[in-house]
């Protein structure tokens, strides 16, 4: 009995085993999950706003958090969120403008976007730093 042709094992497309993920995919894929973190980071800010409101024990108990170095990293990785979303935004905004279709010029703003989402974090956390005090 010959099987028909429907009925044979193929691979899944694309083939999990030589499929390399490429930078506009990884790109497209961080920019839903960074929008997806903000929205939880908007909770966390009302959570704080309300705290806050609610008098110096509740703001303190949360103050308490921030101030862990769990609260840093969330506050890190919100901050870093913030950026990786901003600057794909603004790439999706010169694409809705008709500009950077070549391949290299899809590349190239995608590294900046991922350089430019590095480079603000670390100078929100350097001039906070500085304002703080801490720096010189």
């Known amino acids: ?17 030589i499929y390399r993920p490429q930078l506009t995919s990884v790109l497209s894929i961080g920019n839903r999950i960074t929008g997806i973190a903000l929205s939880a980071y908007a909770v966390a800010l009302v959570i704080w706003l309300v705290a806050a409101a ?13 101030g862990s170095w769990v609260g840093r990293i969330v506050l890190f990785g919100g901050t870093f969120c913030l ?3 901003f600057c794909g935004g603004i790439r999706h905004l010169v694409w809705d403008a008709g500009y950077g279709f070549s391949l290299r010029a ?4 995608g590294w900046a976007v991922v350089a430019a989402s590095i480079a603000l974090t670390a100078l929100t956390y350097v001039v906070g730093a500085i304002l703080a005090g801490y720096g010189p």
């Open 106 to 109: 899809i590349y190239a703003s």
């Open 83 to 85: 950026f990786f979303h």
């Open 1 to 17: 009995m010959t099987r028909a042709p429907s009925d044979r094992q193929r691979p899944l497309s694309p083939n999990i085993q």
């Open 54 to 66: 609610a008098g110096p024990d509740a703001y303190a108990a949360v103050d308490a958090f921030i």
